[in-house]
């Protein structure tokens, strides 16, 4: 619901598709490390992506690894905040 909200997409018309319809193509955050950080580490980076409405906007892009007890990648956790309103504050006091 978070990210519809964000990205103006439907689950249904996200699910199963690249995450890269997010990002402005030179904005789209690196791809993992194959062995990823240590697990429970959060690596954050400002990224501009892309609303359905083609409309860009800043965010911050965090991914945190999941490993099993043996240390194992199993995935990751990605959380992105829109920065929208933090980005125009910081504007309007210049």
């Given at each position: 619901d978070?990210?519809g909200?964000?990205f103006g997409y439907a689950?249904?018309?996200v699910?199963g598709?690249?995450?890269d319809?997010?990002?402005?193509?030179?904005?789209?955050?690196?791809?993992?490390?194959?062995e990823?950080?240590?697990s429970g580490?959060?690596?954050?980076?400002?990224?501009r992506?892309?609303r359905?409405d083609?409309?860009?906007?800043?965010?911050?892009?965090?991914?945190?690894?999941l490993?099993?007890?043996?240390?194992?990648?199993?995935?990751f956790?990605?959380?992105i905040?829109?920065?929208t309103?933090?980005?125009?504050?910081?504007?309007?006091?210049h």
């Open positions: 978070g990210a909200r964000i689950a249904e018309e699910l598709r690249p995450q319809l997010l990002f402005e193509p030179d904005g789209f955050p690196p791809r993992p490390e194959p990823g950080p240590p580490r959060r690596v954050a980076v400002e990224r992506c892309l359905k083609g409309t860009p906007f800043w965010a911050e892009v965090a991914r945190t690894a490993r099993a007890g043996d240390g194992t990648l199993q995935g956790v990605q959380v905040h829109d920065l309103e933090r980005r125009e504050a910081e504007a309007a006091l």
